[in-house]
């Protein structure tokens, strides 16, 4: 019996999909993006199609969802939904956060845990797909209403992972306070030390250097090879950044390492442009320590302004690093920064662009670098961070940012190969989507139909 082409294929998978998962409209942008770069990998590899590769890709190998009940300090019963997708262990064990935030559902965390199968192969670490978390809203909490969350999640959730199964980490919502508090229950309900079980922990108690920084500094590092190729790079460069949390802080701090000017950082409320050069120290202070709103940066900063509202991409920038969420970047907003000159956009949160300002981008010859790739730096820090673990050892901070800039060389390179080898060079999302394919495709070959 023939095979059906590549694009119908394609399309028959796709079509599949979206009659399983009504109601998942992330989940299924995900998948989309994907399959529509494919057939050039599938003509290549007619053996993908022949033993149903992409019908297993694109359904979880296991999907938890599990009520959490916990205790507020008013002493009423709170009751939030757990989740934990395990999508696909051909590589390593499951590996991808958990995000605490009100905007979680089961297409929010398939759609992450997706992508994360892919950005996982890309770093060559040897290591699955999996992304977890909960409706639960971290803000405006007490820390010990945090603690009885965090313990109630663990309580169900210990009962799927460990360090050769599924490696949870953080995300949004979920940091180094919220991790030493699922830690501690996994300890206490397992009575094991199992250091490789969570990452993102405290540096004292077997967390690794870069960690934090990782995400950021790996996003900047991509955009830097990007550029590079022609002859460009980021010092000198006005870049546009949005969020204020933990990717956005450390893309904001190495693009000014590297000589370029970052100039706006946002939150939900609105934005800030501070012309001189987003004060790093001050950004981390209001958002890290004091968990304040971004619009204390202007009033304690001289000559910087808040934007209530808006659009942090009217501003004017060449280089552009979307961190906040998903589809904050849409076709109008990729009309301004195009109106205003930018050069390259590295994607530092998870799918924060639409296809549709993707497509314009790319069309005018902008430089786009899709969060699977350009924000891998935090899991292959992650990786290492297991590594550690495992070795009981630990690198000292030069060390562990010397090896995440190697990493996020290779995986440029590998994303730029195969963008050359399937006939569009410099497509990166191309590039990135079928390298990673390819390699998760043909562990699960191997692997025989599981």
Known sequence: MSLPTSEAHLSAVLEAVEGRNHGEPEFLQAVREV????????????????????????????????????????????????????????????????????????????????EQVFKNALTSQRIGGGKGGSDFDPAGKSDAEVMRFCQAYMTELVHYI?????????DIGVGAREIGYLFGQYRRLTHRYESGVLTGKGKGWGGAEVRTEATGYGAVFFAEEMLARSGDGVAGRRAIVSGSGNVAIYVIEKVQQLGGRAVTASDSSGYI?????????????????????????????????????????DVRGELAFPCATQNELGESAARALLKNGVRAVAEGANMPTTPEAIELLQGAGVLFAPGKAANAGGVATSALEMSQNAARSRWDFDKSENRLHEIMRDVHELCYSASERYGKPGDYVLGANSAGFVTVAQAMLEQGVI
Do not use: C, M
Request: no cysteine; proline share 6%; hydrophobic share 35%.
């Open 162 to 170: 460990g360090e050769h199964t599924d490696v949870p980490a953080g």
């Open 273 to 313: 442009v501070d012309e001189a050069g987003i004060d790093v120290e001050l950004l981390k202070q209001i958002k890290e320590t004091e968990r304040a709103r971004i619009s204390e940066y202007a009033e304690r900063r001289p000559g910087s302004h808040y934007v209530e509202g808006g659009s942090v991409w």
């Open 35 to 114: 399959l529509e770069t494919l057939a050039p990998v599938l003509n290549e590899h007619p053996e993908y199609i022949e033993t149903g590769i992409l019908e297993r890709l694109v359904e979880p190998e296991r999907q938890l969802a599990f009520r959490v009940p916990w205790v507020d300090d008013a002493g009423k019963v709170q009751v939030n939904r757990g989740y934990r997708v395990q999508f696909n262990a051909a590589l390593g064990p499951y590996k991808g956060g958990l995000r605490f935030h009100p905007s979680v559902n089961l297409s929010v965390v398939k759609f992450l845990g997706f």
